[in-house]
Each structure stands twice: as structure tokens, then as C-alpha cells.
């Protein structure tokens, strides 16, 4: 990765092209490409490593053929005919530089989060090129570089012969033009390369719904003109339909027709996802209608939630490596192992800086990690930095107003880290278990965990129930917790826990305290 640094004169670009030291590093980035690729890979090549292994416990992956069919086709051209209409609605990226800005001291930081820009851009079927790092206390306004930096990104990306730059930060509009038009090539943020990859994964009804909404949303204050061209011009005679006098005029320009046709649309799909609302609340209020926990899977986008859910049920959800390879929500039956049933729900993944659209638009879809009463946080423990993902997974959570359920902190992919690794770990969440879904390391303790943390039913009562009702019996065991049971003269003895609304049902066979051992 390049670091750029400010120098005295860098804001002011030269009228006679780069400075000699600009070209021979350019020279070079372009000769040292494939150490620009091993930076990026390598927080990644773990992760290769267990993607290429046998996926034990996942069941079958039917969603995989189709979404290597749905893979771009490198080389094609991008030249879009209406930018207003498509520019974010379908990024078709190739040849990629990107580009950041840190603040004094945080290099690190900074050169985690481009690796992290990165996989989110081949994870749109970009390939990467070169990463330029430039330290600076704030972006420019006009060009976030600034005008020498962004002409040196010019030559930079000339030589490399890449056609967009990304920016691992979220553009005003006013930058991104003004860099797009130094660079002379497609200029490209942070959050466009996330909602293209949800556009490419969504799957269900509801996910395409709220991924295009949040693309509206991110589009409109972007949405940029062509000059007089795009006006609609109003007027016509006295005699005509309602013209004359005093309405000849610009008209609706293409722009301000484009506006409207956006928020017709948002507000269309606002009413869609809103009418999906009430069969999610039905399914919930059945769940806790019937007594049955639930347990939501969060984390980090490629944490491995889908895999430790597959380890765990066979679900059989798609896993891939690959950022946001889930984005609908998957819920499947589990059973502790006293007996009670429980749901455990698999969600879409958290990545730093997730742009408010998206925490808005799939508010509905995190209402099941709000409604679940334990929140298993898979981390994952390979990676340089657990502990900015775990505070921003935590952030994000505390947003749908879950801050205060039950949480579960469960390092995956413990086969992939040492024991001084496991050390540093175990000082950040000295509770956490440590845990393989590719080895089934820890799926058991994960288990015991859950069966211990879900609410237990607050009614303990004793019952003598005649051996022809054994449907009271399946009922103790399907909604309550049987603690032990005795065959005595007249029927089964059973000492169980379970909830209130129940009690009703097994009045008539509840003994007196103390009537077993008088």
C-alpha cells in the first residue's frame, strides 16, 4: 500500500504534469502490483484456507451455483448511456485504486480498514490494484486529497490503467465530482461498493426491496445534471390546453423529474416492506405465544455466523468466503439438551462505517436480533482486530435497541489462531468461548451455554398426572422444563418449571407442598 504524506507544496498541483519523483513511483506501484495484492490478502488467506476445506456440518449449499453464475464477466465495457438513472444502481467495477485518509497515529487502523475496502471491493467483482494512504488531520473539501495529492492520483491510476477509484470513506457529492474530474476516470465511495453488494445478494422478496430503497436513498442527494439539455420546456399558444401568458418558462428539468420519480419510488417501497411487517410480527407472536426462546446469531460480516448455524442445525444456508454472503435472515429449530425448544436465527453481517441506509432500511430484518432473548456475538478471532469489530457489531445492536439482552461472545475460527493469540483474546472478553465451525471445536460448549443463559420458566410446580394423560406429559416436556419424574399408584410425579400462562392447565394435578412425603 502507498502512504502518501503531506509535503509543503502538495496542495498545489504543477501546470507541467507530475514531478519526476511522482512518475518513478508510479513506475513502481505499477511494477510491484502483486505486493499490493499479498497486503491485501493477507488478513484473508486464513480464511482461503477454510473456505477450501470441507464444508463438514454445512449441508447442501444450493445457492452456490447461482451466485457464481450471477459473477461479472471481467473486461466488459462500463460506459453507462444516463448516469442519473443507473450510476448507483449497478457498479460494474474492474480495475481498481483506492484511496484513504488517516489522522495522526492511526496507521494501523487505517491500513486495516483499505484491506477491509479491499475484500468489500472484490467481493463486488473489482479487481484491486494499488491503495494510497494519505495522512492528513481532515479531507479536503473540494477533493478530500487535495489538488497536488489528487493530481498525483491522476498519474497514478494512468499508469496503472485502472478505470475507477474508490474511496474508503463516504464522499460528499461535491468531492466526488471534483475528484472525477482530475482523475478523469469513475470515482466511487465507501458505501456504493456496500449497496452494490447487497444488490448482488439479496434474494428474498423483502432483502431487494430494502436494498433498493437504501440505494434510493444514497442516490438522490447525488443525482447530477446535463445543462440545458435536461430541462423541459412548458408554453404553447392562448388557444392550447391551459397555456398562454406567464407559463412559458424552463419547465421540469430532467433532474427534478428524476428527484420525483425517486421518492414516488421510496415511498412505494416504504409501503411494500411496511405490508411484509405483520407476517414476521405474526410468526414472532406465535413464538412467544407458544412459550419458544429465541436466539439470534450477530457479528461481523464474514465472522462465520452462517457456518456455526449450519455446525449446529444443518441448515444448510450458504457459506462463503466472501463479505455479506447473508443477507436474509435464516431461522431454524434447536433443542437444549433438558428438552426445551428454542429458535436460533441467523442475520446479515455488521461491518465499520455501515451506512445509516442500510441500518434503516434492514431495521425490520434486525427486529430479530431485538426480539431474541440471547445474542450469540460470533467474532472473528483470526483477524488482526477483534476488538473494532466487537464495538462496532456492538454499536450497531445497540441501534435496534438490543444493548441490554444477553450476549454470548463466541470466537470463531479458533483452529486458525495460536495460544498467545488465545491469550489477547481471553483478556478482551474473558467469558468467551473459543469455538470451530469447520472443526466443531467448542459447538458443544456453545450448546451448554445457550441452554443456561435462555430464560428458564418461573413456575416451579409438582404434579401427579394419571398415566392416561400423557399429552399433559409431551406439553410439560415441549413447553416447560421437567426437573425429574416418578411412577408412583396413582400416575407419573413429576417436579417441573414452567410459565404461568400455563398453570391453568394443570391445576386440577398439582400436589400440596409437602402431601408426597406425608
Do not use: C
Amino acid at each position: 500500500m502507498t502512504d502518501v504524506e503531506n509535503s509543503p507544496n502538495d496542495t498545489a498541483a504543477t501546470a507541467d504534469g507530475p514531478s519526476d519523483d511522482v512518475v518513478a513511483r508510479v513506475l513502481a506501484s505499477a511494477e510491484s502490483r502483486s505486493s499490493a495484492y499479498s497486503l491485501f490478502s493477507s488478513g484473508a488467506q486464513a480464511l482461503q484456507t477454510e473456505a477450501g476445506a470441507d464444508s463438514i456440518g454445512d449441508g447442501e449449499q444450493l445457492d452456490r451455483e447461482d451466485r457464481k453464475a450471477l459473477r461479472r464477466v471481467p473486461g466488459l465495457s462500463t460506459e453507462l448511456e444516463d448516469v442519473t438513472e443507473v450510476e448507483y444502481r449497478q457498479l460494474r467495477l474492474e480495475n481498481v485504486v483506492l484511496i484513504g485518509i488517516y489522522a495522526q497515529g492511526s496507521q494501523d487502523d487505517a491500513e486495516n480498514s483499505m484491506r477491509e475496502m479491499a475484500a468489500l471491493a472484490e467481493t463486488a467483482g473489482a479487481t484491486v490494484l494499488d491503495g494510497l494512504l494519505q495522512r492528513r488531520a481532515h479531507p479536503d473539501p473540494s477533493t478530500f486529497l487535495g489538488r497536488g495529492k489528487a493530481a498525483e492520483l491522476a498519474a497514478i491510476v494512468q499508469a496503472l490503467g485502472a478505470d475507477t477509484v474508490i474511496a474508503d470513506t463516504e464522499l460528499a457529492p461535491s468531492q466526488r465530482r471534483a475528484l472525477e474530474d482530475v482523475v478523469k476516470v469513475k470515482v466511487i465511495d465507501r458505501t456504493a461498493v456496500i449497496l452494490d453488494i447487497f444488490s448482488q445478494h439479496a434474494k428474498s422478496r423483502e432483502g431487494k426491496a430494502q436494498v433498493e430503497l437504501a440505494q434510493l436513498e444514497y442516490l438522490l442527494p447525488r443525482l447530477r445534471g446535463w445543462g440545458e439539455s435536461m430541462s423541459r420546456q412548458a408554453g404553447g399558444q392562448v388557444g392550447g390546453a391551459g397555456a398562454g401568458m406567464g407559463s412559458r418558462g424552463p419547465g421540469e428539468t430532467k433532474i427534478e423529474l428524476d428527484r420525483r420519480r425517486i421518492h414516488t419510488r421510496m415511498s412505494k417501497l416504504r409501503k411494500q416492506i411496511a405490508a411484509m411487517k405483520p407476517a414476521r410480527e405474526a410468526k414472532r407472536a406465535n413464538r412467544r405465544r407458544n412459550s419458544v426462546p429465541s436466539v439470534a446469531i450477530a457479528g461481523y460480516t464474514n465472522a462465520g455466523k452462517s457456518s456455526i448455524l449450519n455446525r449446529i442445525t444443518h441448515a444448510g444456508v450458504l457459506v462463503e468466503n466472501a463479505l455479506f454472503a447473508t443477507l436474509d435472515a435464516t431461522v431454524r429449530k434447536n433443542t437444549t439438551a433438558d428438552g426445551r425448544i428454542y429458535t436460533l436465527a441467523d442475520t446479515v453481517g455488521f461491518v465499520r462505517n455501515l451506512p445509516h441506509q442500510l441500518v434503516e432500511a434492514f431495521r425490520s430484518t434486525l427486529e430479530e436480533i431485538a426480539d431474541s432473548d440471547v445474542i450469540v456475538h460470533v467474532v472473528d478471532g483470526s483477524h488482526p482486530d477483534p476488538a473494532s469489530q466487537i464495538a462496532t457489531v456492538r454499536d450497531v445492536v445497540g441501534e435496534v435497541g438490543a444493548r441490554g439482552i444477553t450476549e454470548l461472545v463466541v470466537f470463531n475460527k479458533a483452529d486458525l489462531i495460536d495460544d498467545d493469540t488465545r491469550l489477547v483474546l481471553r483478556g478482551l472478553e474473558p467469558r468467551a468461548i473459543f469455538a470451530s465451525a469447520r472443526t466443531g471445536e467448542g459447538i458443544d460448549e456453545i450448546l451448554t451455554a445457550i441452554g443456561e443463559l435462555l430464560p428458564d420458566p418461573s413456575l416451579e410446580i409438582e404434579l401427579v398426572v394419571p398415566y392416561d394423560r400423557g399429552d399433559l406429559i409431551s406439553l410439560l416436556h415441549e413447553k416447560g422444563r421437567v426437573i425429574s419424574t416418578e411412577y408412583v399408584e396413582d400416575g407419573t410425579l413429576v417436579n417441573a418449571r414452567i410459565s404461568s400462562d400455563l398453570e391453568p392447565q394443570f391445576a386440577a394435578f398439582r400436589v400440596p407442598a409437602g402431601a408426597i412425603g406425608a
